[in-house]
C-alpha cells in the first residue's frame, strides 16, 4: 500500500489573486510533475483562480518537461481571461526561462527583482517583496514624552 503524497502547493487567496507556493524542492521526477499539475489544475478548473502567482522560492531543480507544462498551464490561464506569474526564482532556473524565451509568454520574477513595471499582481507583490520607500514626506509623528526624572 502506497502512503498518500503530500501536497506539493500551500495555496493562499489574497483577494482575486491565488498564491501557490510549490514545496517541493526539485520538479524532476514524472510522479512529483504530475501531481503538482493536478493540483495546480485544479485550483484553475475550480473556477476561482483566475490571477496564479506561482512561488518558487524553495525550487532548485526543474526539468525541460516542467516548463512545457508551466506553458501549458498558461494557455489555460489565458483561455479563461487568467494570468500566470511565476515569482522568487532561483538564478539558475531563472536563465532557464530566459532562454527558452519563456519570458515572453508569463511573468517570471527572480527572487532578488525588486521592479514591477506594470504594477503588482493583484497588489499582492509587497507581500512577496518589501515596498520600496516612496519620495512623499510621509506624516509626522509626534514626539514621545519627555522621560520622568
Same mark, same amino acid.
Given at each position: 500500500m502506497t502512503e498518500p503524497r503530500q501536497p506539493l502547493l500551500q495555496v493562499e487567496a489574497v483577494g482575486d489573486v491565488t498564491i501557490a507556493q510549490v514545496v517541493e524542492r526539485s520538479i524532476v521526477d514524472g510522479a512529483s510533475l504530475q501531481a503538482l499539475m493536478?493540483?495546480?489544475d485544479r485550483l484553475v478548473d475550480s473556477g476561482g483562480c483566475r490571477t496564479l502567482l506561482l512561488d518558487f522560492a524553495? =525550487?532548485?531543480?526543474?526539468? &525541460? *518537461?516542467?516548463?512545457?507544462?508551466?506553458v501549458r498551464l498558461?494557455?489555460?490561464? =489565458?483561455?479563461?481571461?487568467?494570468?500566470?506569474?511565476i515569482v522568487n526564482v532561483q538564478d539558475p532556473i531563472y536563465e532557464l526561462f530566459l532562454v527558452t524565451k519563456l519570458t515572453n509568454y508569463f511573468r517570471v520574477r527572480r527572487g532578488t527583482d525588486r521592479g514591477d513595471e506594470d504594477g503588482e499582481v493583484g497588489g499582492v507583490g509587497s507581500r512577496?517583496?518589501?515596498?520600496?520607500? &516612496?519620495?512623499?514626506?510621509? =506624516? *509626522?509623528?509626534?514626539?514621545?514624552?519627555?522621560?520622568p526624572e
Open positions: 493536478e493540483e495546480l524553495g =525550487v532548485e531543480f526543474l526539468t &525541460s *518537461a516542467a516548463l512545457l507544462q508551466l498558461n494557455q489555460k490561464l =489565458v483561455r479563461v481571461k487568467g494570468r500566470l506569474q512577496l517583496i518589501p515596498p520600496r520607500p &516612496s519620495d512623499s514626506p510621509g =506624516v *509626522a509623528l509626534p514626539s514621545p514624552p519627555p522621560e
